[in-house]
């Protein structure tokens, strides 16, 4: 099993900055990838970006491509998306999620955190 502590949300203004954390908990050896999810409301959910733990690859949505990153911390098996130049679109509630070694899907998911960006 694994359990998943997201932070870091809460309302900003356009321009902002926050920075979201995910820590794993559990059977964590088995650590495939760690991403972030979110889902506006209304709307489906959609990736953000993920971190391949083992390979240290990373990928980002193309919606936020150059003003978020992610990164882990190896050690606490926890991951970070930094969100820069925020915009009133990234309005949603993030969710972390954790990818187990030997499967093609996200199994694990966080609480989720609230963002909203006001204009």
């Known amino acids: 099993q694994i359990q998943l502590i997201e932070s870091g949300g809460g309302s900003v203004q356009t321009g902002d900055s926050l920075r979201l954390s995910c820590a794993a908990s559990?059977?964590?050896?088995?650590?495939?990838?760690m991403g972030w999810f979110r889902q506006a409301t209304g709307k489906d959910r959609e990736f953000v970006a993920t971190?391949?733990?083992?390979?240290?690859?990373?990928a980002v949505a193309d919606s936020v491509k150059g003003r978020f990153t992610i990164s882990r911390d190896r050690v606490k098996y926890t991951t970070y998306l930094q969100m820069n130049n925020l915009k009133p679109e990234d309005t949603a509630v993030y969710y972390c999620?954790?990818?187990?070694?030997?499967?093609?899907?996200?199994?694990?998911w966080g609480q989720g955190t609230q963002v909203t960006v006001s204009s």
């Open positions: 559990g059977r964590t050896a088995y650590t495939a990838a």
């Open positions: 971190f391949e733990w083992r390979g240290g690859n990373t």
């Open positions: 999620a954790f990818r187990p070694l030997g499967r093609d899907e996200y199994t694990y």
